[in-house]
């Protein structure tokens, strides 16, 4: 029989699944923290989960709805000041993987949380920055997930908040001291990976049940998708239980505050 | 030394019209009832710095009381924006303030920069970002050792900063646990600091590491019970998600706020 699964959950498990056991995470909240925990819950109990309220290693029973809830802290192995967090644990190089959502994000993967429209007279303000511009380029790679529309994917993002490869995918070219960037975006349609090349992200593994169409209309640039397109695993009845349980409790625990 | 005052008191001698002030918490120990104070006395013109303007910011932009904001982060965690600053920002009301935005990890520089008495912080960020274009705040500088490319950014040397902990002890030596964000840099970096604590107490009761700022570190201590809400203080009391929820719809209509405003920090007095 086949599993019932939603968009969301087929994008959640397939962003949890990129993390690999052992790996030293440092989580963005929100979609991010949904997967980088249901990998924690499932096939990688030893990721290491830092978040940027200074929590080193954490293991939240329900998700976060900010970056600096006590339930991060109160399963933290230890908490440290946001100063020490930034400049020891990320800019000393002690994080193989930065996890980000972002609002917007283009053909080179680079990410806007800034504003849509133009800096002086914006026609939405978002809320900034945050951790995103150096955990982009402080950590050994980059994950990024959201989901999938033309609002989102731009052919070129309004403003480089934080960097993926530049606007000519050129922009870590011969920097120093800089991980690799993004190496995978993983939506609710599909995964995109950079071309080593050119570095424009590619379409290289297609959700179940989604067509090249659904991508194309959802991507605000012409898309371009791998001559090996794979079929992107479905989630296991395993999987969609403890994520569903997870959901489940969180709602459970924040719709009585 | 520190002085205990009432919370009026310490608002009324230190946040003076046209100071630079941070108001620190990293989503934990927000000093709500120090901004409403702050709110109440009809402080105007103020700059204020902060990583992470959340509700308390919204309701001091709202009120009238910000020129400038400095900050790295400006949302309701886990809800969305913030109308009150989007509203400033976008449209002009109650009045147009100035942004000048940072990273996170500039911002926590520029914090323990300004408490070790150094003029910059230096830090590998920014790298392929366009906030520099935005903000002549950053600027790269050569390692004269490596040659390597850093961003520098002014340190942040407040006139005051207000932080909010669980406890004093009655020579003001005061107890930061849990979550403690840059609250302990922000004190250090300013000229004066307000430290509003749950309770006073004779004995600390902390461990050895524990994050303990010094009374003679610190200007005044006023006691705010439940001063942290709706954000939380560790050990005491719990995070009001609800409110977190609920302020979005409070916050997006200008005569909501207003009435908000009234209802909950203009018509309860200083004792709130």
Request: glycine share 12%.
């Given at each position: 029989m086949r599993l019932e699964y939603t968009s969301s959950e087929m994008m959640s498990v397939t962003a949890a699944r990129a993390l690999e056991n052992g790996m030293t995470c440092f989580v963005g909240i929100g979609l991010p923290s949904e997967a980088a925990n249901l990998a924690r819950l499932t096939h990688a109990p030893d990721v290491v989960l830092i978040y940027e309220?200074?929590?080193?290693q954490t293991k939240p029973e329900i998700l976060p709805l900010s970056i600096g809830d006590g339930e991060l802290c109160e399963s933290a192995l230890t908490t440290v000041a946001v100063p020490e967090m930034f400049r020891y644990w990320l800019q000393g190089g002690k994080v193989n993987v930065g996890f980000l959502g972002t609002a917007q994000i283009d053909r080179f993967a680079n990410l806007n949380t800034t504003l849509i429209?133009?800096?002086?007279?914006?026609?939405v303000r978002l809320p900034g920055g945050g951790g995103a511009p150096e955990i982009a380029t402080n950590a050994g790679e980059v994950f990024i997930t959201l989901k999938h529309s033309r609002r989102a994917f731009v052919k070129d993002v309004d403003f480089v908040t934080t960097l993926g490869f530049g606007r000519d995918g050129k922009g870590r070219d011969n920097v120093p001291n800089i991980g690799k960037g993004p190496t995978r975006v993983i939506t609710d349609l599909c995964v995109m990976k950079p071309d080593p090349e050119t570095k424009e992200l590619v379409v290289v593994s297609l959700h179940p049940g989604i067509n090249r169409s659904d991508v194309m209309d959802a991507t605000g640039w012409e898309v371009r998708f791998a001559e090996q397109l794979e079929s992107t695993p479905e989630p296991s009845e395993k999987e969609l239980e403890i994520l569903r349980e997870l959901k489940a409790r969180t709602e459970r625990a924040h719709a009585g505050e | 030394m520190a002085e205990f005052l009432s919370l009026h008191d310490a608002v009324a001698r230190?946040?003076?019209?046209g100071a630079t002030v941070a108001m620190e918490g990293?989503?934990?120990?927000?000093?709500f009832a120090a901004g409403h104070e702050v709110i109440r006395q009809k402080k105007r013109e103020l700059t204020l710095i902060r990583m992470t303007p959340d509700i308390i910011y919204d309701q001091l932009i709202g009120a009238g009381c910000a020129k400038k904001v400095i900050f790295s982060w400006g949302g309701n965690p886990g809800v969305g924006s913030l109308h009150r600053l989007r509203d400033a920002v976008e449209k002009g009301w109650p009045h147009k303030i100035d942004i000048l935005e940072h990273s996170h990890a500039a911002m926590a520089c520029a914090f323990e920069a300004g408490a070790a008495g150094l003029p910059l912080a230096v830090l590998r960020g920014y790298v392929g970002s366009e906030l520099p274009s935005v903000n002549d705040q950053i600027k790269f500088i050569e390692c004269p050792f490596t040659g390597e490319r850093l961003a520098a950014v002014p340190s942040v040397r407040p006139d005051v900063s207000i932080i909010h902990a669980q406890r004093a002890d009655r020579q003001g030596n005061v107890l930061v646990e849990g979550i403690v964000g840059v609250q302990k840099e922000a004190v250090l970096a300013a000229k004066h600091s307000i430290v509003t604590v749950e309770e006073i107490v004779d004995d600390l009761k902390s461990h050895p590491n524990a994050c303990v700022i010094p009374?003679?570190?610190?200007s005044a201590i006023a006691v705010a019970e439940k001063g942290a809400l709706p954000s939380y203080t560790h050990g005491y009391y719990g995070r009001s998600n609800r409110f977190y929820k609920e302020w979005d719809a409070i916050a997006r209509d200008r005569d909501t706020f207003t009435q908000w405003l009234d209802d909950n920090v203009f018509n309860v007095g200083d004792q709130a």
């Open positions: 309220s200074g929590t080193l429209g133009d800096y002086k007279a914006p026609k | 230190y946040v003076q019209d990293f989503t934990h120990l927000i000093p009374g003679w570190a610190i």
